[in-house]
């Protein structure tokens, strides 16, 4: 049976094996509540564990791709709060702009994790606030785990046959089970009024590689105001100069979020047996993350729809093994582009011509292997290009195995 992964809606009715399954998922993240959605459906037992108390989240916005609109279909309208429709690149001086062909997508988090709660929950799963996890250990049948009512301290021991992390990058679910640290990186963002010379359905991207191997963006969130931020390597850099940007652009703050973001540098195998039991990992606790622009929301939702298609199957999920080959593309481009410097950066927007832009447009950033196909046919010279950023590479990603 398979997960349709462009319609979460649709799914294959479980086995009498998968349907017996008591089904725990620890973090009310996006990717998470998903999983537990998908599994209720099917009629699963699914409880879910949040450590906080309410899901009133700090308000932020994310970019994403359109490709969300598949994945969740009328669940995900409620969330959108902006639409982006073209993307302005620069750097040195040189400028390149392309035109989408289908939107991206400006969400408020928030409001989207509330909505796949209130999914999670119409689909049948209960979904229990002020939880948090504490440990996990095999029992004759399956799992225990131990969890903590936050209000008053008191303790719970929940049996499953097969526990989810879904609890983000720190995830004490992966601790538990044996899976090693994932290296981070800071993201820092200001919330800016919009210059006046930006229309609220553009993006700006700025590649100053000086400050960081990623970019600097500039994505509005409304009609009026925008979030301007950057990643990089470590935080008080990356604060000091992400204020040094605004400085120059005459913008000024009128709030900072920052987040650690995980780092893709390899595929992280997305389960493990214990005893009798399994636990899986879906989202940031997976990294599953496209690491040319560290964005992780529509990749985390691809984690969730396998993660639940092999517990559905026995452990077997084509999702999982596409969503696998997906990031190793965004490897192989971050690998490419990590030591660039201002030259390098200048050739690149000087080679996009007419036809490269046409390809960036059609395709989308969850469509990696797409893009670097069409685009270096556009345009061949990127090719060298590129193999020349392999080729020199020496920082952090230079020693890892894409395949």
């Not at 209960?126 to 029992?139: A, C, K, T």
Request: with cysteine.
């Amino acid at each position: 049976m398979a997960l349709e992964s462009r319609d979460a809606q649709s799914v294959s009715q479980p086995t009498p094996r998968a349907n017996s399954q008591k089904i725990a998922v620890v973090g009310g993240s996006a990717a998470g509540l998903l999983t537990a959605s998908l599994l209720a459906r099917q009629g699963l037992p699914v409880r879910v564990f949040e450590r906080i108390e309410t899901l009133e989240h700090a308000e932020r916005t994310l970019i994403v791709t359109n490709r969300m609109r598949h994945l969740l279909g009328p669940a995900a309208e409620h969330s959108i709060v902006n639409e982006i429709r073209r993307f302005e690149l620069f750097t040195d001086g040189r400028s390149a702009t392309f035109e989408l062909n289908d939107p991206d997508l400006i969400i408020e988090r928030r409001a989207l994790i509330q909505g796949l709660a209130q999914d999670a929950a119409r689909a049948g799963a209960s979904v229990e606030l002020g939880r948090r996890f504490h440990s996990l250990q095999p029992n004759g049948r399956g799992l225990v785990l131990e969890v903590e009512r936050c209000s008053d301290g008191s303790r719970e021991e929940v049996h499953a046959d097969t526990v989810v992390g879904g609890d983000g990058v720190c995830s004490r679910v992966a601790r538990a089970a044996g899976w090693a640290p994932l290296e981070t990186v800071p993201l820092v963002q200001a919330i800016v009024k919009l210059p006046q010379d930006l229309a609220p359905d553009t993006t700006r991207v700025w590649f100053v590689p000086q400050d960081t191997p990623y970019f600097y963006w500039l994505i509005p969130e409304s009609k009026t105001h925008g979030a301007l931020g950057v990643i990089g390597e470590t935080v008080g850099e990356t604060r000091k100069h992400l204020e040094n940007f605004l400085e120059k652009r005459g913008l000024t703050p009128l709030e900072f979020q920052g987040a650690r973001i995980p780092v893709y540098k390899k595929w992280i195998p997305v389960r493990k047996q214990i005893g009798n039991g399994s636990v899986y990992l879906v989202g940031d606790a997976a990294a599953q993350v496209k690491v040319s622009t560290v964005g992780g929301t529509v990749t985390g939702f691809r984690g969730a729809l396998g993660a639940a298609e092999a517990i559905l199957n026995g452990g077997v999920s084509r999702e999982l093994r596409s969503l696998r080959r997906e990031l190793d593309v965004h490897l192989l481009l971050r690998r490419s582009l990590h030591d660039f410097q201002q030259a390098d950066y200048s050739e690149l927007v000087d080679l996009l011509n007419d036809p490269a832009k046409r390809s960036l447009g059609k395709y989308s950033r969850d469509e990696a292997w797409k893009i670097l196909w069409r685009v270096c046919l556009s345009q061949p010279r990127l090719i060298l290009l590129g193999l020349r950023g392999l080729l020199s590479r020496k920082g952090s990603f230079g020693r890892t195995n894409i395949f």
